[in-house]
Nanobody, 128 residues
Framework: EVQLVESGGGLVQTGGSLTLSCAASGFTFNGYSIGWFRQAPGKEREGLSCIHISDGKTFYADSVKGRFTISSDNARTMVFLQMSSLKPEDTAVYYC?????????????????????WGQGTQVTVSS
């Protein structure tokens, strides 16, 4: 079964850190673009960061650059999002998504092409 499963969300205080995990299964990991998105209540989905698994290139939205770090463990077919200096406005449901044909810049960072595969999301709440 093709799936992405996020984990690692939770409640954290302002200024704290959290690492999200995205476990991929059922498809050939290499060659995919894997992105992280979030959606807060009443707001549009926002692309945050993306990694090309084949060459490890990473991309970030301006809103998280310098605070969030994306990485992958290709042997375990997992992608991580390390989040630091968290703010209340980072509160949202966080999703990972994957696509074989769409470049990170076309589907996650400034782009609008939807990714094919999506996880179920994990809630991140930052208290003030």
């Amino acid at each position: 079964e093709v799936q992405l499963v996020e984990s690692g969300g939770g409640l954290v205080q302002t200024g704290g850190s959290l690492t999200l995990s995205c476990a991929a299964s059922g498809f050939t990991f290499n060659g995919y673009s894997i992105g992280w998105f979030r959606q807060a209540p009443g707001k549009e989905r926002e692309g945050l960061s993306c990694i090309h698994i084949s060459d490890g290139k990473t991309f970030y939205a301006d809103s998280v650059k310098g605070r969030f770090t994306i990485s992958s463990d290709n042997a375990r077919t997992m992608v991580f999002l390390q989040m630091s200096s968290l703010k209340p406005e980072d509160t949202a449901v966080y999703y990972c998504a994957a696509d074989l044909l769409t470049h990170c810049l076309a589907g996650v960072i400034g782009g609008t092409i939807p990714f094919d595969l999506w996880g179920q999301g994990t809630q991140v709440t930052v208290s003030s």
